[in-house]
C-alpha cells in the first residue's frame, strides 16, 4: 500500500530544504498552494506523472520521494531497514541479525 502521507513529507522536507515555498512549487506546477498543502500532508493522491514533476523541481531523485532511499546509492536499503527494526522487539531484532548474518556468513 502506497503511503501518500510518507511520501508527502519526504516532499515537504526536500521542498523546504531546497528554500522553496509551496507557492514557487505550486507555480513550477501549475496548480493552487491548497493543493500543494493536500500533497505534502498526505491527503491528495497523486500519480507518477505529478511525483515526477515533483521531483523534477526538487532535482530528487523519484525513489527518494517514493521509498526515502536511491537505488543508486550503496545503503540505499538502510532506511527501510532501519524502519523494519524500529517496530521489532530487541529479542527480534536478535533474532534477525542471526538470520542475517547466518544468509551472509561467508561475509562475517
Known amino acids: 500500500m502506497i503511503d501518500f502521507t510518507v511520501i508527502g513529507n519526504r516532499i515537504q522536507r526536500a521542498r523546504k ?22 500533497i505534502e ?6 500519480n507518477l506523472t505529478r511525483l515526477s514533476e515533483i521531483s523534477t523541481f526538487l532535482d530528487v531523485d523519484i525513489g ?7 537505488k543508486n546509492s550503496q545503503n540505499y536499503l538502510i532506511p527501510e531497514l532501519s524502519d523494519i527494526f524500529s517496530s521489532c522487539s530487541s529479542e527480534e531484532m536478535d533474532l534477525a541479525i542471526r538470520i542475517l ?6 561475509k562475517f
Open 17 to 38: 530544504k531546497k528554500k522553496y515555498t509551496q507557492q514557487d512549487m505550486a507555480d513550477f506546477l501549475g496548480v493552487s498552494v491548497p493543493y500543494i498543502s493536500k
Open 101 to 106: 548474518r547466518e544468509v551472509f556468513r561467508e
Open 64 to 70: 527518494v520521494l517514493v521509498s526515502g532511499s536511491n
Open 41 to 46: 500532508t498526505g491527503k491528495a493522491v497523486i
